[in-house]
Structure formats: C-alpha cells, structure tokens
C-alpha cells in the first residue's frame, strides 16, 4: 500500500473474493511490513506474519504466501469472519 492509502471497506471485509484470508503488505520507511486480518470478538485486528520487517517486497511477499500456506487448508479456503 502507498503511504496514506487506506483499504476500503469491501477490501476487508467482501466474503466474494478468494481467498477469504486478508493481507497487507505496505513499505514503512525503509522496510516492509506484513500483516494478516484477524476478528476476534467481533473487532478487527492486523497482526504482523514476523517479528522483524522486511527489506524487501520480495520478501515480504514471500512471508505472506509460507504463512497463508502454513494455516490448515479448511481455514484458507473457507474462513469467514
């Protein structure tokens, strides 16, 4: 994400676009962060995939991709927050 984007509300929250799984990867000074969606209670969350930054996009991309293939496939394909 470019500096001062924000997702829209249907970038979260649509259950039409596969996956269900949500992620945002966006450049933070000179390193890369990487988060996943979460709902617990009923309150969104962004938890990061790593503890460290990235310093790559490439990297990042890759950290999302080994975390949404390290979850059990029934909450890839079928996770409906």
Request: proline share 4%.
């Amino acid at each position: 994400m470019e500096r001062g984007e924000k997702l829209t509300y249907d970038a979260i929250w649509n259950q039409n676009i596969w996956p269900s799984q949500r992620y945002v990867i966006w450049l933070r000074a000179e390193f890369w962060d990487v988060r996943y969606k979460t709902v617990e209670d009923g309150k969104l969350n962004w938890l990061p995939v790593a503890d460290a930054l990235f310093s790559n996009e490439d990297e990042a991309m890759k950290a999302a991709l080994n975390h949404w293939d390290s979850l059990p496939k029934y909450t890839r394909l079928y996770n409906r927050d």
